[in-house]
């Protein structure tokens, strides 16, 4: 059931919030055991949250948009009173004493709040594996990996534990594990959505979305969590259009770039290929034009990522010392050694690793040759992508080059496990909008997402076409039997 239609059978009195709430507090108790999307449920929370929307309802009051919808957060959004540990030791038990931007504008809208969700450590990976309370598993099979860093959220979602999720998106957190979920998931334009209550990763990079069962549901919650923020700099202005009118417009006549790159990227699966595509031919059928574009720098995106992000990485969590807040070592004899032990404790490898890859490449000496050398790519890279929007509307990927891989694929090739955001990145460097929804599935009955990428703050377009492409192709109602998907 999509938020619009609930919204109108809650109007009605046809279902209240509580009945929704409870069975879908009853899913996730049925399949959490095996999922482990969540790791924390706030059941009272939700159940006094539904409660306050359907006293409303029966006073009379009119209801806010997303009254009585039961959502699930990534844990590296602060929630007030609630613990917030980006799946790291670090903050195990960090209480924020402060609501992040989007959840208030959530909860002012009605939203109804089940729980935190796991993610890689500080939403440093590709894969849930790097979480400290272990990994989540993706519904279709638990046997592999549900993508990261918002693994839980995009499990939650493809499992029927909410009706949609948030998470964030920092080279294709997002999308990579909606791709592999077989969900929608929606990376707004870099400052369309406040990061104001994020636990920074990357902070020129980091952007907030949502996940949902359908194009139209991320489109109700963009309505809702885009928009100005003074408590965020970076948080742009402009007006938040009606994204919900902007489905029904029709596509005929648009230009759809197929990025030549990524069909020729190094580890792309041939079923990947053909599935999307197939799905290029479906938007051509519906009066789309086709064309062959160039962004000759795209594949070079996963390279300047792993020098720009891993240096944000390094400055924002050098606050963890174990002072203020955080994992403290016990025991330690002087200030800096009590520092050094609380951070080495406190972070695991991953993180680790990137920080030390960040330290090197801002140190003196090197800065010149990785950092800015890296952002000067980056330009080249956004130059790419405005010169190809001068003859297309739209620009259409793969998500991932592959489909789910299994646990432990990549356990001992770091570099393997980057090519898995091999072509998510690129819009995250050049700052644009970008869309997966389902588009087919591989031989072994796994999902395969699709990518729609436009120009900034033209998220309207993008949710016009990817609605229209999911409403004639009509992916997931053909999809093969999964025991964890509802």
């Avoid at 729980?115 to 598993?137: H, I």
């Avoid at 962004?295 to 995106?301: I, K, Q, S, V």
């Amino acid at each position: 059931m999509g938020i619009a239609e609930w919204r109108g059978q809650l109007q009605r009195g046809e279902v209240s919030a509580r009945e929704l709430t409870d069975q879908l507090l009853s899913r996730i108790e049925a399949v959490e055991p095996t999922v482990h999307a969540y790791l924390e449920v706030t059941a009272e929370r939700a159940r006094a949250d539904a409660d306050r929307i359907d006293a409303a309802r029966v006073a009379g009051e009119e209801l806010p948009p997303l009254a009585g919808v039961p959502l699930a957060i990534k844990d590296n959004l602060c929630t007030a009173g609630i613990r917030t540990t980006c799946s790291s030791r670090m903050l195990e038990h960090f209480v924020p004493p402060y609501e992040s931007t989007v959840t208030e504008r959530l909860w002012g809208a009605g939203a109804v709040l089940l729980g935190k969700t796991n993610l890689d450590e500080f939403a440093m990976g590709s894969s849930t594996e790097t979480s400290y309370f272990g990994p989540s598993r993706n519904p279709w099979n638990p046997e592999r990996v549900p993508g990261g860093s918002s693994g839980g959220s995009s499990a939650a979602v493809a499992a029927g534990e909410c009706l949609a999720a948030l998470g964030s998106d920092t080279g294709g957190s997002i999308r990579q594990p909606a791709s592999f979920c077989g969900v929608v998931g929606l990376k707004p334009t870099y400052g369309r959505v406040s990061r104001y209550g994020l636990v920074a990763f990357a902070s020129s990079l980091d952007q907030v979305g949502p996940f949902t069962t359908s194009v139209a549901d991320a489109a109700e919650l963009l309505q809702v969590i885009a928009g100005a923020d003074p408590r965020d700099a970076t948080c742009l202005k402009a007006p938040v259009p009606d994204y919900r009118a902007a489905l029904s417009q029709p596509v005929k006549g648009l230009r759809v770039g197929l990025v030549r790159e990524c069909f020729e990227a190094e580890g792309l699966a041939p079923e990947v290929k053909a599935s999307v595509l197939a799905a290029a031919a479906q938007l051509e059928a519906l009066g789309c034009e086709l064309v062959e574009v160039s962004c000759p720098r795209f594949n070079d995106g996963i390279a300047t990522y792993y020098v720009i992000a891993p240096s944000e990485a390094s400055a924002n969590l050098a606050r963890y010392d174990g002072v203020k807040y955080g994992h403290r070592a016990e025991g330690a004899g002087s200030l800096a050694e009590m520092t050094a032990r609380s951070r080495a404790e406190g972070f695991g490898d991953e993180v680790q690793r990137r920080i030390l890859i960040g330290t090197y490449a801002l140190s003196a000496g090197y800065v010149d040759a990785y950092y800015k050398k890296a952002q000067q790519v980056r330009t080249l890279i956004r130059r790419d992508f405005d010169r190809a929007f001068e003859g297309v509307d739209v620009l259409l990927t793969p998500t991932s080059p592959t489909t789910a891989f299994r646990f432990g694929a990549h356990a001992e090739d770091p570099l393997a496990m980057y090519l898995a955001d091999l072509l998510t990145i690129p819009a995250n460097m050049a700052g644009l909008p970008a869309i997966s929804l389902p588009c087919g599935f591989d031989g072994e009955g796994l999902p395969i997402g699709l990518q729609l990428i436009t120009g900034v703050l033209q998220e309207e377009r993008l949710l016009q076409v990817a609605h229209h492409y999911e409403q004639a192709a009509k992916v997931l109602a053909s999809r093969p039997a999964a025991a964890l998907v509802p």
